[in-house]
């Protein structure tokens, strides 16, 4: 079964610094696609940037870009010139790729807690 | 475009009352429906999924019940609440592709006094 860790529960980062949250997956699938959720204190969830296993390219999202290890399973998020609007649960999720039907869920890591100090 | 509509915001209810919650998509057809629950800062636990029209499967067994009676609402229920069922419960949907991610509705925060 394919399992997400994340193995930093809080992180802090001071205002205009870069921070880096981790994430590893297991999984013996090819095709799969890696996702970063934010949850700020709204408890809304957004999603923030997706990654497709296939390409070697990382993805980007203005401040936030990825840094994406297939051989090694990571799928780190970096923001970059935090902000306090950035403070927020951080989730790394991943799901199969292109497979219908009820075992193609998304599956999510435990959550980092992300504290922007002014 | 589409959206996803979740209801109420907030709820309090007394143990042993009935529980209603209700989810509704636009703008697609078919999707996948999902009702997660979240402790305070806690992870995501998946509650029920659905891939369509009257087809709930079940994640963990508990005092809740999901129902789909059509293709974009979801219905999440129970009987009678504990206190235990107090948190906070997420609605989503998706395409059933796996190139896409979920999209979650803005949540329901319950309390069960």
């Known amino acids: 079964a394919q399992t997400v860790t994340q193995s930093q529960p809080e992180m802090s980062v001071q205002e205009a610094e870069t921070v880096t949250l981790s994430c590893t997956y297991d999984?013996?699938?090819?095709?799969?696609?890696l996702f970063w959720y934010k949850q700020p204190p709204s408890r809304q969830m957004i999603l923030v940037i997706r990654?497709?296993?296939?390409?070697?390219q990382n993805a980007t999202e203005n401040r936030f870009s990825v840094n994406f290890q297939k051989a090694a399973k990571s799928f780190s998020l970096k923001i970059s010139d935090s902000q306090l609007g950035d403070a927020a649960m951080y989730f790394c999720?991943?799901?199969?790729?292109?497979?219908?039907?009820?075992?193609?869920?998304?599956?999510f890591g435990t959550g980092t807690l992300l504290a922007v100090q002014p | 475009s589409q959206t996803i509509h979740q209801w109420p915001a907030t709820l309090v209810q007394p143990v042993g009352s009935p529980l209603s919650l209700e989810c509704t998509v636009e703008?697609?057809?078919?999707?996948?429906l999902y009702w997660y629950r979240q402790a305070a800062g806690r992870g995501l636990q998946l509650l029920f999924y659905?891939?369509?029209?009257?087809?709930i499967s079940s994640e963990v067994p508990q005092n809740l019940s999901a129902s789909r009676p059509q293709d974009r609402q979801f219905i999440l229920s129970s009987k009678k609440l504990l206190l235990s069922d107090s948190g906070f419960y997420l609605c989503?949907?998706?395409?059933?592709?796996?190139?896409?991610?979920?999209?979650f509705g803005s949540g329901t925060r319950l309390t069960v006094v």
């Open positions: 989503a949907w998706s395409k059933p592709r796996g190139r896409y991610g979920y999209t």
């Open positions: 999984t013996s699938e090819s095709d799969y696609y």
């Open positions: 990654q497709e296993a296939y390409k070697q």
């Open positions: 999720a991943y799901r199969r790729g292109n497979y219908g039907g009820a075992t193609n869920k998304l599956i």
């Open positions: 703008g697609t057809s078919n999707p996948n």
């Open positions: 659905s891939v369509g029209i009257g087809q």
